[in-house]
């Protein structure tokens, strides 16, 4: 834990919160701020500031629970579909700064935001972008 993270306090049950579902690694809350009805935060309960300061194993575990909790609200909510959305850096949206992966559950005609207007691919960029992934 780290001391001054809400969402270490949140996830060790320091704080209490929403939680619809809990194991040794993971809480899975209601967001304070519902982006939509159903809106979770999955969290780790050891501190981690992103998706790269995660170990590996708790990533894959992550990725495991987003699926197995989206389809229950999706499926509960009648959603019509669900986000699964991650934040690193406050330029990507990031406001707390422990782990966490987002479930929105969507609903047809509803009037969340996640949208962005699609460019172009450059070729200088994609032959920068295919650079960095040649051995
Ligand atoms: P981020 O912008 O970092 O990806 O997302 C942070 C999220 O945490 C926001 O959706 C915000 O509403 C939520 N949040 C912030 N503080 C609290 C809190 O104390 N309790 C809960 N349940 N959610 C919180
Ligand atoms: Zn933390």
Redesign the pocket.
Known sequence: MEDNC??CK?ANGE?P??TLYEDEDFRV???????SKG?A?ILPKSHAANLFDLPDELAAKAMILAKKTARKLQEGLHADGINV???NGEA??????HF?V?LIPRYKGDTVNLNWKPGELKDADKEEILGLFRS
């Open positions: 809400i969402f949140i704080i919160s929403a809350i209601l967001d304070l701020g519902p982006a809106h935060l959305v991650q934040n990507a949206g990031q406001t707390v700064f966490h987002h």
